[in-house]
Structure formats: C-alpha cells, structure tokens
C-alpha cells in the first residue's frame, strides 16, 4: 500500500511523475554528463571509487564514459537540473542500507585534538603510541640475552606462571585503575593507560638457530652435573657412562613424544594435560613439577651447606674444629633466600643467576684441567670398578636427576624462528651435553676413585687457594641459582591456593599471604634439606626417581598415547615407555630409601 502512494508522489524516486520529468529534461541536456554519485567520482586516466567497484562490468564501461556534470561550465548552477534524471533512475535503497564509512586516519585509541592540548597532553600521547607499537610487534620468549633465557621460567613447562605483581611499566594496571586515574586532573594523569599485561600472548618465534642452540646449553648444564662425580662411583665407570648415553636417546625420545603432542594441540606442558586428558592430569603435571623443582632446591641447599662447610674447614686452623655444622649453614641459606624468594619479577634474579652459571663454568673447566693433568701423571685410580653392584640405582636417578630440562624444551621452541628444526638441534644439543656429562663425571671418578665426595672439590688439594677459590664459587653458583629453581614451584603452589587473578597490587593483605606463603616454602625446603643432609647423593637420587621420572617419561608417553597415537605400533612402544618408566620409578625409590634407612 505505502509503494503505491510513493508512486503518485511528485519527484520520488523511482516514480512515474519523476521517471516523466526525466525524458522531458533528458531530451535539452548534452550526453556524456549526469549527477549520479557514480559518475561525480569518475575522473580522467584514474579508476572508479568504492561505490563505483562493485557495479557490473557493463555498468562500469558505461560509467566510464560519463563524466560529472559539475565538469560542465556553470556545473554547480544547473546541478539541480542533472539530479531530476539521476533520480528516476536511481534504485530506491532499503532500509537496512549502510554507507561503509571511510577507514580511521588514527587509531581508535588516539587522543583527540583538545586532550593533547592539556598539560601533558603531547607527552602521553607520544608515550601510548610507543606502547601500543610494543604489543603489536609482540612478546616472544626469544633468548637473546641472558635475562631473556631467565625470563623463560617464566613460562616454565610452556605454563604461565608471570605474577601480575610484577608488571612492568608498559602493562600496568587493570581497567579498574584506568578508571580512578580518569577523573583525575590531567596534570596528575598517567601518562601511560594502564592495562593486564599481555606478555605471554605469544607470537611467532624470531630466535635462530644458533641462539637456540646456546639457550638449549645453559637449560641442561646447570648444578645436576656437580653431582655426576659421587653418581660414577655409585654405579662403576661403565655402568654410569651407559646409564647416561641410554638416558640421553630415552630422553630424545621422550622429548619428541612431547613436541607432538605440542604441534598437533598447542599449549604448555599442562594446558597439553588439560586438553588431551583433563583438568585433573594438568594438575598432576603441575604437582610434579613444583616437587622436582622444590627438590632441587633442597639438593642445593644441602650441597652449598656441605661445600661451605668443607671450604670453611680447609681455610681454618686445625682439622674438624669448625662451630657451625651442615644443619646450621642449611638454615643460615635462608637469610639469604627468603629475600630472593619474595621477588615476583623473575628477570631480577638475573645478575645472581647468570653468577651461578659462570661459576658452574669454572668449576667445570677446573675439574677438566685438574683430573686430565693427574691422570697423565699418575694414571687411573686403582680403585676404580666397571661396575658396583650394590648402589647402581642411585646412578640412575642421579643421572635423570641431571637431565631433567624438560621444563624447558617447550618455550625454547615456540621462541624459534623456524620451529621445524628444533628437533635435531635438540638431539645435536642432547649428544654435546652427554658428552660433557660423561666426561666430568668418569674423569672425577677415574682421577679419586672410592675416595671421591659428593662435594668434589673437596678431594682436591685442600692447600691450594685456588681450589679453595673454585669451592667457594661452586657454594654461591648453587646458592644463587636456587631462588630461580624456586620460581616455577612457588608460583605452582600460589595459583593453586590464592587463584590466578589474585593480586597483592590492589590488597595488601593478599601481597603478605603470598609473601609469608613463599617464606614458609622457603622454611619446608630448608627442613627437608636438613633431613636430607646425611647423605646428598641418596637425596638427589631419590629426587630423581621419584619426581623427575614421572615428568620426563610417563607423563609424555601417556599423552601422546591418549591424543596421537593411531598405529597400534606406536601405542606399544607408549604403552611400554610407561611401563618400563613407571617400574624405573618404584624400583630406584625403594631400593635409594632402603638404603638410607639402613645408613641411618
């Protein structure tokens, strides 16, 4: 009904009256001109314009040979005259039509002309184009300095374990605050909007190979290798080299079930557990984790305890007079510890652990140097055993205990530029470290052997002030590198008990829960440590068996077992990873507590 009235209105579009007006003006104007909106944007030698795109390819060439009547002499005056024919035949639009509206010059986030022109206006205006330049080149875990490579425990096992506490600059408040700081007079603004920071919403990788390659090094040499010397006498020189060459290939292995089962579903160590298994499976990871990680902890508070102890000794007068036994210099590390337990921004612990790692390297090139130069003068030790029957499970878990990274094996990858190659530098990598494990600890044993310490250094010349030195430094390399193994755990065990999204930047009461929640982690590892200061070496196996297997080879088997899998082939050798992992694990826990029950 209401398009037959619209039809006998005088000059609506599309109606008989206009369409009639049209012929009669159509036959007294110059062809090749109209005022169609079409026409108005076509110019000489340049093509059409948006609205002009999407017509026909009859209707184009067509429009191509019309120009504007404002082209004419006088165009702007009889303008009116050309509308009376585009009219009638233009299309009457419907009501749902929308102009596409031209793309912003500016970000949706500029500010406008009159708040640059407030105090501070120009400043913040330049200070949030240079932030939101920085989030859309993106945050990649790209190890190109050492405070980089501790920034990936951070993202430890490919989990998020950032603490909001600890934003920087660039990301700063929530929405919440952004608010507050509006009604706030501009000169007391922000000159920086503050929002979550996005940090770990990961981006394509941009490391090469090679810094891949160095960034793979210093995750696997850390201070499980100081340990190696006391595991070879504990297994004989060949039993314990096997042991290490069979569990570096087991290890590859295992690694690449996990690099699987990361390609085909994403995400980190636990959010694989989630997706693949549930919920309660990335619990289970992330339990493991944080024990492994509290255990090499304690292990290093134990041998930093023992090696000050055996420093303290040789620089004193007299033999075994010192006041201070282990028990006590384990709980004085906590004078020290708790204050680095309670930074949240793990790049701070920087300057102490990159001292941990540089010490770590002298004192292997100490050994390397000493052990060589005494086997050529005096040969191997005529103590030495292929092959001790009685302790050679501690030999295993001291070993797995040492090539426990797998931690990071997936943030190194997602920091490369071309992740398709991490698999053979990873093997490449695995084949050097076994190398230089091998190395040091059959030298230290081949050089000393049923006399050779847990605390290796001590059976080096006492006198010397350069192995006195050497011993020093490997006390403050484990005691340094102790706060980042604690990283990772501490923040397990806050997410588990506060939730995510707590955080002390808005209550205080919630800032000090969490400070006396790590101190108190700090106490259980220091009275673990002192438990577990009779005897080092069955401590960091037992450590090894009991949390490091479950990580390094059931978990991944299972995954990748439960989500890639399909041939019945690859379902066994799984299946039988778990197994043959799964009775590693009872069989060296039982056997590394029943013998320090009957030490004790």
């Given at each position: 009904m209401a398009d037959n009235i619209i039809d006998f209105v005088p000059g609506s579009v599309g109606s008989d009256h206009s369409r009639r007006q049209a012929e009669i003006v159509d036959r007294h104007l110059p062809d090749g001109y109209s005022a169609d909106p079409d026409a108005s944007l076509v110019v000489a030698d340049q093509p059409l314009g948006p609205s002009a795109s999407g017509l026909s390819l009859d209707q184009a060439s067509n429009a191509e040979s019309i120009e504007s009547s404002l082209r004419l002499q006088g165009g702007d005056m009889h303008r009116d005259i050309f509308k009376i024919k585009a009219r009638a035949n233009s299309l009457r639009r419907s009501a749902t039509f929308s102009h596409q509206k031209p793309l912003p010059l500016g970000h949706p986030d500029d500010m406008s002309y009159p708040e640059q022109r407030e105090p501070g206006g120009f400043r913040r205006h330049y200070l949030r184009r240079r932030a939101r330049q920085r989030r859309m080149s993106g945050y990649t875990v790209v190890a190109r300095n050492f405070i980089d490579f501790l920034d990936l425990y951070g993202s430890f096992a490919g989990e998020d374990l950032e603490d909001i506490d600890s934003e920087d600059e660039s990301a700063i408040t929530s929405t919440d605050e952004a608010e507050e700081d509006a009604e706030q007079p501009p000169e007391l603004r922000p000159l920086l909007n503050r929002s979550r920071s996005s940090r770990r919403a990961l981006k394509k990788g941009d490391a090469t190979t090679t810094k891949t390659f160095f960034t793979l090094i210093k995750a696997f040499i850390g201070t499980g290798i100081m340990f190696l010397p006391k595991a070879f006498r504990n297994g004989g020189i060949l039993f314990s080299s096997l042991t290490l060459i069979v569990l570096s290939l087991v290890n590859c292995g295992c690694f690449r079930l996990l690099l699987d089962c990361r390609e085909k579903y994403g995400g980190g160590y636990g959010e694989l557990g989630a997706t693949i298994v549930g919920p309660r499976f990335r619990s289970l990871i992330l339990a493991s984790i944080a024990i492994s990680q509290l255990g090499f902890v304690c292990a290093g508070l134990i041998f930093t305890a023992e090696n000050l102890w055996a420093f303290l000794d040789a620089i004193t007068p007299g033999d075994r007079n010192l006041i201070l036994g282990v028990p006590a210099l384990i709980a004085l590390q906590t004078i020290i510890l708790v204050p680095l337990a309670l930074i949240r921004n793990i790049s701070k612990l920087g300057p102490a652990a990159l001292l941990a790692d540089a010490f770590i390297m002298i004192g292997i090139v100490?050994?390397?140097?000493?052990?060589?130069?005494?086997?050529?003068?005096?040969?191997?030790?005529?103590?030495?055993?292929?092959?001790?029957?009685?302790?050679?499970?501690?030999?295993?878990?001291?070993?797995?205990?040492?090539?426990?990274?797998?931690?990071?094996?997936?943030?190194?990858?997602?920091?490369?530029?071309?992740?398709?190659?991490?698999?053979?530098?990873?093997?490449?990598?695995?084949?050097?470290?076994?190398?230089?494990?091998?190395?040091?600890?059959?030298?230290c044993y081949a050089t000393f052997g049923e006399s050779t310490k847990i605390q290796v250094i001590s059976n080096f010349p006492q006198d010397s002030p350069l192995v006195n030195a050497v011993q020093f430094l490997y006390s403050m390399a484990v005691l340094a590198g102790d706060p980042v193994q604690l990283f990772p755990a501490a923040r397990i065990v806050e997410t588990s008990i506060f939730g995510e999204k707590a955080t002390g930047k808005k209550s205080a009461a919630i800032k000090w829960k969490k400070n006396a929640l790590r101190t108190a982690i700090v106490g259980v590892c220091v009275g673990v440590s002192m438990v577990g200061a009779s005897d080092l070496d069955k401590f960091v196996a037992l450590i090894g068996s009991f949390a490091c297997v479950p990580l390094v080879y059931i978990y991944p088997a299972y995954l990748h077992y439960k989500g890639v899998a399909e041939k019945t082939w690859v379902k066994a050798l799984d299946v039988a990873l778990m197994v043959v992992g799964f009775i590693a694990m009872v069989y060296t826990t039982a056997v590394t507590v029943s013998q320090w029950v009957q030490s004790a």
């Open positions: 100490y050994i390397w140097y000493y052990d060589i130069a005494a086997l050529s003068r005096v040969g191997m030790d005529a103590s030495v055993r292929l092959f001790n029957p009685s302790d050679f499970p501690l030999t295993v878990g001291s070993a797995i205990f040492t090539f426990e990274g797998i931690g990071l094996i997936l943030p190194i990858q997602s920091s490369m530029k071309k992740p398709e190659h991490f698999s053979n530098l990873l093997y490449f990598v695995m084949f050097l470290i076994t190398i230089i494990f091998t190395s040091v600890g059959a030298l």
